[in-house]
């Protein structure tokens, strides 16, 4: 039973990793592509990283409850969100390179607060529909 309850644990770290990595895949794509839709391109990045976000608790903190990745995750997102109302040089060279910008952002809007949660919101409930199955699944194994 406990061989059988690891195998579940780690199809899980292994369903969230490739999660993270399609998240990653499509945000990077959403913000290079200009042949989609400009509602796409305006909206999707956001919300694919906060799913990203969503994802990367969901793995690291497999044991804990589906809630409780919603909750750190929106408030990680917020928390990243607000620090860009602060506006020192040191934290604006940091946004200024690659990994900086897309980690902290560049300059606080309101509508990505929303973006963020309508990405957390879409995967938590996609997460919880899931959750049940593989509740069964461990039960029957």
């Known amino acids: 039973m406990k061989i059988q309850s690891d195998l579940i644990i ?4 292994i369903y ?8 990653i895949a499509f945000g990077l794509a959403s913000r290079s592509f200009d ?3 400009h ?3 305006i909206h999707a990045g956001d919300i694919l990283w906060a799913m990203m976000i969503y994802f990367l608790f969901r793995l690291v903190f497999l044991h804990k409850s ?5 909750i750190l995750s929106i408030v990680f997102c917020f928390l990243i969100e607000f620090s860009q109302l602060y506006q020192a040089d040191w934290i ?5 390179t690659l990994f900086g910008g897309l980690i ?9 607060l929303v973006r963020y949660s309508f990405g957390i919101v879409l995967v938590y409930v996609v997460d919880k529909l899931n959750y049940p199955r593989t509740r069964i699944i461990r039960n029957n194994l």
């Not at 780690?10 to 770290?13: E, F, G, L, Q, S």
């Not at 969230?16 to 998240?23: E, G």
């Not at 604006?92 to 200024?96: A, I």
């Open 10 to 13: 780690k199809r899980k770290r």
């Open 92 to 96: 604006n060279t940091l946004r200024g």
């Open 35 to 37: 042949a989609l839709p």
């Open 66 to 70: 589906l809630h409780t990745a919603f």
């Open 16 to 23: 969230y990793l490739i999660a993270i990595l399609i998240s």
């Open 104 to 112: 902290l952002g560049k300059g606080y809007l309101f509508i990505d």
């Open 39 to 41: 509602f796409i391109v």
